[in-house]
């Protein structure tokens, strides 16, 4: 459960199919300040610790500045007397790593996206029969997923140019025709001036991509009713009043599948009295799923949230993978839960893109008792005669 | 008896005279320059279109010069025309020369070139004050509208057009500047500056030294325009402020930054006050309690190319309507309280303003918007909605909207409410004359009075025009005067 507390909604903005909804924070965090390092266009290469390797087009990276003793930070860069220093670097080791005392680079995003690329990525735990030999050696390896940049979704660039910031603004809630798209919060509102134009360099879902191009979205005009209002006192109640009811209807209908999205929730950094954490969904079919990555303070209060929705075929893929895992991997098991036979189960392994996981026999076998089987084919390829 | 079609064509005369007011077909902060020039040819094309009668007496409305030039090519395009020569004439005369050449050459491009056209040329080169000084400043120019009015320029200024380096000297000062120039370099600062700036780099001249020398020729535009870089060659250009219209002083003062702004303070409000004044003229003090909304969000930005256009409009309206009031009160959209300082940045609560407005118990509310409200959309139309059908149905209170950004969308300038008047503005210097105007959007005047106030401002202009015309007859001595003749057919 993502936490918006401390964070007020603000009136939404619309261009095309996007809607864009501020969120003023009263009093910004001083003591952690972040700054967006902006790399080159080629793509660029991660080691992870488990010598796994992360590829992926990255256009920046955040470092993190905080201060141990609760006093302000300054954003990395933009501290007197310390030049920014440009290390032309493609390789990177780690996704969040620090780079010097009380700063951290990590790379937005990008570390969500690949603790969702590396969900049960060791594979079969138990070697059933029916896993391929690969399968079982190798895990999901290797495993790759497509998003859209920012500047691929139609209107995006045009509406994070013409949105006009509100003053403490700290975070930015994006919808694609009236569906959540993404969030992003930083922890003071210099931060999100400066990184607010990052947003179009961003990975988006596919989802997003689409409903950008086919869904506009309209303005909610504000409705005042006369009968009520008899002075300008009044006038003014009823503005507030509006801007009240905006508010919650957003953060209790518009945003709940958002805000509920994180189910399992891992730790990666410590940084003081932050913590640098990220979130898979629950995977649930026909709702939205979003991963995505959170620094909280020790008391659980959001500092920066960065979020990516899933396409469903994404979310089906995690899905899948969850319930297998689920029951050890176990085929048969895992289709009694799903409440569908086996054969069934391995096609639908087969339509997600995990079909090389299964022995080649086995699937051909799957797929004859999906289409009827084989004894009304005869050799030639012609159908028999009913018997 | 107003039938539908006479509701309509004031709705569209009204249109059009937003747009052709605010629109420059450059970028603005919600659409590019090409999307602007497109709606605007198509809004051009559509008056001609359906009110031919009408569109030439649009001129007379204070259109902005990128559309009156429009209007003229339009018109001088059209076969047949005619009985606009003089309401032509008239805004060719008014408009800034580098702007005419600009339609001299692009009538030449288009390759329009009937006798109404060549006249028109014709007359206008024989309008100006001095030609030769045009024939070194936009030389090229020039020689290309005598061409193609199949001019025969008298005397020296052919020679110098056509084969400059025929003659060994020059009667006419300038012209003999010109020709000294390329070889003395005394003799290039007698030149305009466009001109020398030129030379000087020819003949490697110091900046520093170029400025201090050339400053008593610069013109007042280019004083203002090279202030901030020849003070840091340490040369004074003294550019006058006060003796500039009211938008660019605010435009100049926008552009400067916060610590300048304060330094100079006394100097730039002086300014400011100064242009306003004279702005308001005899009108001012006469507008009683008058309460003003200004739009200083992010969007009043404008473009790169218009940089703070609809902010520098806001700054201006603020002092003239501060001059033109009895008692004046201006709330910024973003709460700020002093203008001076005023910088685009914010979203448009413009609503809850509207309300701060209207409790000051004021005689007229002017907004100045963009019309982007957007904290939350449509509260300031719900406000205005509210305000006029609950707590003043006599309509005691008078609202103007002047919206300085046309949309390219709506094909005008975006409207608040239905309820409230909505009029382009460019230059605050209009501003009394547009709140004239928003009478007629206002619904309640019908189109046979918008025509007679069409027709009744070109008549106006039409004998300006040809007072002028006669005036000119007069001055043209022969021998005195360069003297233009249209070169025979053969």
Redesign the interface.
């Known amino acids: 459960m993502i936490d918006l507390d401390g964070l007020e909604t603000?009136?939404?903005?619309?261009w095309g199919a996007l809607r864009l909804v501020?969120l003023v924070r009263r009093e910004p965090i001083v003591d952690l300040r972040l700054h967006a390092k902006v790399y080159g266009d080629e793509p660029s290469v991660v080691f992870l610790p488990d010598r796994t390797v992360y590829t992926a087009y990255v256009p920046h990276a955040f470092v993190a500045s905080w201060t141990g003793d609760g006093g302000p930070a300054a954003a990395y860069g933009t501290q007197l007397g310390q030049p920014l220093r440009r290390v032309p670097v493609r390789l990177r080791r780690r996704m969040a790593r620090r780079a010097d005392r009380n700063r951290l680079r990590f790379l937005p995003l990008h570390l969500a996206v690949e603790g969702f690329l590396a969900l049960h990525f060791g594979g079969p735990e138990i070697a059933w029969e029916e896993w391929s030999r690969r399968a079982v050696a190798h895990g999901l390896s290797p495993r790759a997923e497509d998003a859209y940049t920012g500047a691929q979704v139609r209107g995006l660039d045009d509406a994070l140019k013409?949105f006009?910031?509100?003053?403490g603004q700290c975070g930015l809630l994006l919808y694609a025709a009236d569906a959540p798209a993404g969030a992003f919060v930083v922890p003071h509102p210099e931060d999100y001036r400066a990184l607010h134009p990052t947003l179009v360099r961003d990975l988006y879902g596919e989802l997003v991509y689409e409903y950008a191009m086919l869904h506009p979205a309209r303005?909610?005009?504000?409705?005042?009713d006369?009968a009520a209002?008899?002075?300008?006192a009044d006038?003014?109640a009823e503005?507030d009043r509006?801007?009240r009811e905006?508010a919650g209807f957003h953060d209790s209908v518009m945003a709940a599948g958002l805000l509920r999205a994180p189910e399992r929730v891992e730790e990666i950094y410590r940084m003081g009295r932050f913590t640098l954490s990220r979130f898979l969904p629950s995977f649930e079919r026909k709702g939205d799923n979003h991963i995505g990555e959170t620094i909280t303070d020790e008391e659980g209060r959001l500092a920066y949230l960065k979020t990516f929705r899933l396409s469903e075929a994404q979310s089906r893929r995690g899905h899948l993978l969850s319930v297998l895992a689920a029951h050890g991997w176990s085929l048969p098991e895992a289709a009694a839960a799903l409440g569908i036979d086996v054969a069934a189960l391995g096609m639908r392994l087969e339509r997600a893109g995990f079909g090389h996981l299964l022995r080649q026999d086995v699937l051909d076998g799957y797929r004859k008792a999906v289409s009827g089987g084989g004894r009304r084919t005869r050799r030639g390829g012609g159908t028999s005669p009913p018997a | 008896m107003e039938t539908y079609a006479d509701l309509i064509e004031c709705e569209d005369l009204l249109l059009f005279a937003n747009a052709a007011i605010t629109s420059t077909g450059q970028r603005e902060?919600?659409s590019q320059a090409g999307e602007q020039r497109l709606s605007l040819g198509f809004l051009h094309d559509y008056i001609q279109g359906n009110y031919p009668d009408l569109y030439a007496l649009t001129l007379a409305l204070d259109v902005n010069e990128h559309n009156a030039a429009l209007i003229i090519a339009n018109l001088l395009r059209q076969k047949g025309g005619a009985g606009d020569a003089r309401l032509i004439a008239w805004r060719l005369s008014r408009m800034s020369p580098p702007r005419v050449y600009r339609l001299f050459g692009r009538l030449r491009r288009e390759g329009v070139n009937n006798r109404r056209t060549r006249a028109i040329v014709r007359d206008w080169l024989a309008g100006r004050p001095d030609l030769a000084f045009d024939a070194v400043k936009y030389r090229a120019a020039v020689k290309s509208a005598v061409r193609h009015a199949h001019l025969r320029p008298a005397g020296e200024l052919g020679d110098f057009l056509f084969a400059p380096f025929g003659r060994a000297r020059y009667e006419t000062p300038v012209l003999e500047a010109w020709r000294r120039a390329h070889y003395d370099t005394s003799a290039l600062y007698d030149l305009p500056y466009t001109v020398a700036e030129g030379f000087a780099a020819r003949h490697g001249i110091s900046r520093a030294v170029f400025l201090e020398r050339i400053a008593p020729r610069l013109t007042r535009l280019e004083r203002l325009r090279l202030a901030g870089a020849a003070e840091r060659d340490g040369v004074r250009t003294d550019a006058d402020l006060a003796a500039l219209p009211l938008v660019r002083v605010a435009s100049y003062v926008l552009s400067l930054d916060h610590r300048t702004r304060a330094e100079r303070r006394a100097e730039l409000v002086g300014a400011l006050r100064a242009s306003a004044a004279r702005a308001a003229g005899a009108r001012a003090g006469t507008w009683g309690t008058v309460t003003a909304v200004l739009d200083d969000?992010?969007?009043s930005y404008g473009s790169p190319v218009k940089r703070r256009r609809p902010l520098a409009v806001a700054l201006a309206c603020h002092h003239l309507l501060e001059a033109l009031a009895g008692t004046y009160r201006g709330l910024w959209v973003?709460g700020g309280t002093d203008p001076l300082m005023a910088r685009p940045?914010?979203?448009?609560p413009l609503?809850?303003r509207i309300?701060d407005a209207?409790?000051t118990r004021p005689g007229l509310v002017v907004i100045v918007s963009d019309g982007w409200d957007?904290?939350?959309?449509?509260?300031a139309?719900?406000?205005l909605?509210?305000?006029r059908?609950?707590?003043d149905p006599g309509g005691e209170v008078g609202v103007v909207h002047l919206n300085p950004v046309y949309d390219t969308e709506q094909f005008d300038v975006r409207r608040l409410s239905p309820m409230v008047p909505t009029v382009g503005i460019r230059d605050a210097e209009d501003l009394p004359a547009l709140v004239e105007l928003a009478r007629f959007a206002e619904g309640r005047t019908g189109v046979a009075e918008l025509r007679a106030y069409l027709e009744d401002r070109a008549a106006v202009r039409d004998r300006v025009a040809l007072g002028e015309r006669r005036a000119l007859d007069d001055r043209a001595a022969p021998g005195e005067r360069l003297t233009l003749g249209e070169r025979g057919v053969s």
Not at chain 1, 10 to 14: G, M, N
Not at chain 2, 374 to 379: D, Q, R, S, T
């Open positions: 603000r009136p939404a903005q619309t501020p013409v006009e910031i509100h003053p303005d909610f005009p504000a409705v005042i006369d209002v008899s002075s300008l006038l003014r503005a509006h801007e905006w | 902060f919600h969000s992010f969007s973003s940045s914010g979203p448009t609503g809850r309300v209207l409790e957007n904290a939350p959309p449509g509260l139309a719900e406000v909605r509210v305000w059908r609950r707590l």
